[in-house]
């Protein structure tokens, strides 16, 4: 399942995954935080980044002022 | 030529290739497994009776997965809507939730790359294949089923034990060993040590083939 659907609105995967992420997180921290394994931590942020939810850097994920308004 | 490179399947100790696929739980790659292992298995086709009790098999041990930090995703050529539409089957029948991601492989790339088409079993489905990947992405362990010959969940099982066992343990574990039941010291390489080893206290039928008990964790 994708994690945002063609209405614009995003999956319970990927509120947990913002949610976790409003502070700076890694793959792994996002993963432990959000209960989620890492392969679809993984997926979920490629998504993410796609649509400006999510940003990263040096390896770290936060969420974007975009992104919150999706949570 | 063609045909061989076509077909042309990893071997144990490589790289498991990598990719990118639709799922029925989304588009994912080979990579975003890296820090788990992964048990990666084919199956011949959706609604099909030997597939669905595999499948139910599989989802009924995905917590001894899990513990084992190990993760599952299925294969086969059917769309990701027949994926759906048959995990929300077999829930609805039997009350078995399926966890994991299933691979819809339409155009067989996937297949092609991991050997699971056998022209000689099928020229369209995919076998039954498992390939059981570590936590680097290292093909660690591959098994190849008939169409007519379910897995034994038990067996994959103990094969990620066994594998475990043997990489954080530096052992080898003998037939029919299971987690718990002692393990083969590797042999000695040269005489010297081949002598000495008779007297390291370990459980010897002879030099080169001495078991001992490991720790309990």
């Given at each position: 399942?994708?994690c945002?659907?063609p209405?614009?609105?995003?999956?319970?995967?990927a509120?947990?995954v913002?949610?976790?992420?409003?502070?700076?997180?890694s793959?792994e921290?996002i993963?432990?935080?959000s209960s989620?394994p890492?392969?679809?931590?993984?997926?979920?942020?490629?998504e993410?980044?796609d649509?400006e939810?999510?940003?990263e850097?040096?390896?770290?994920?936060l969420?974007?002022e975009?992104?919150k308004?999706k949570? | 030529?063609e045909?061989e490179?076509?077909f042309k399947?990893?071997?144990?100790?490589?790289?498991?290739?990598?990719?990118?696929?639709?799922?029925s739980?989304?588009?994912l790659?080979?990579?975003?497994?890296k820090g788990?292992?992964?048990v990666m298995?084919?199956?011949?086709g959706?609604f099909?009776?030997v597939?669905?009790?595999?499948?139910m098999?599989f989802?009924?041990l995905?917590?001894?997965?899990?513990?084992?930090?190990?993760?599952?995703?299925?294969?086969s050529?059917?769309?990701?809507p027949?994926h759906i539409?048959?995990v929300?089957?077999i829930?609805?029948k039997?009350g078995?939730?399926?966890?994991f991601?299933i691979?819809?492989d339409?155009n067989?790339?996937?297949?092609?790359?991991?050997g699971?088409?056998?022209?000689g079993?099928?020229?369209?489905?995919?076998?039954?294949a498992?390939?059981i990947i570590?936590?680097?992405?290292i093909?660690?362990?591959?098994?190849?089923y008939?169409l007519?010959t379910g897995?034994?969940m038990?067996?994959?099982?103990r094969?990620i034990?066994?594998?475990?066992t043997?990489?954080k343990?530096?052992?080898?574990t003998?037939?029919?060993?299971?987690?718990g039941?002692?393990?083969?010291?590797?042999?000695?390489?040269d005489q010297?040590?081949?002598?000495?080893?008779?007297k390291e206290?370990y459980e010897c039928i002879?030099?080169?083939l001495?078991?001992?008990?490991l720790k309990k964790e």
């Amino acid at each position: 399942m994708p994690c945002i659907l063609p209405d614009g609105s995003i999956t319970e995967t990927a509120k947990k995954v913002l949610a976790v992420a409003m502070t700076e997180k890694s793959v792994e921290e996002i993963a432990k935080g959000s209960s989620l394994p890492l392969f679809r931590v993984r997926s979920s942020i490629r998504e993410l980044i796609d649509a400006e939810f999510i940003a990263e850097k040096n390896g770290k994920y936060l969420t974007t002022e975009k992104g919150k308004e999706k949570i | 030529m063609e045909s061989e490179e076509e077909f042309k399947m990893p071997l144990l100790g490589d790289e498991a290739p990598d990719f990118e696929a639709q799922t029925s739980q989304g588009k994912l790659r080979l990579s975003d497994f890296k820090g788990s292992w992964l048990v990666m298995f084919s199956h011949p086709g959706d609604f099909t009776p030997v597939c669905t009790t595999e499948f139910m098999a599989f989802a009924e041990l995905a917590g001894e997965f899990k513990k084992r930090n190990c993760e599952l995703l299925g294969l086969s050529v059917d769309s990701a809507p027949s994926h759906i539409a048959w995990v929300r089957n077999i829930e609805e029948k039997t009350g078995v939730k399926i966890p994991f991601p299933i691979i819809a492989d339409g155009n067989k790339e996937v297949a092609k790359k991991y050997g699971m088409i056998h022209p000689g079993q099928s020229a369209t489905e995919t076998i039954r294949a498992t390939f059981i990947i570590d936590a680097d992405g290292i093909l660690r362990l591959i098994l190849y089923y008939p169409l007519t010959t379910g897995r034994n969940m038990q067996e994959i099982l103990r094969c990620i034990d066994a594998l475990q066992t043997a990489d954080k343990h530096h052992v080898a574990t003998p037939a029919n060993w299971k987690k718990g039941e002692k393990v083969i010291v590797p042999f000695p390489l040269d005489q010297e040590s081949a002598e000495a080893r008779l007297k390291e206290g370990y459980e010897c039928i002879d030099w080169y083939l001495c078991k001992k008990e490991l720790k309990k964790e």
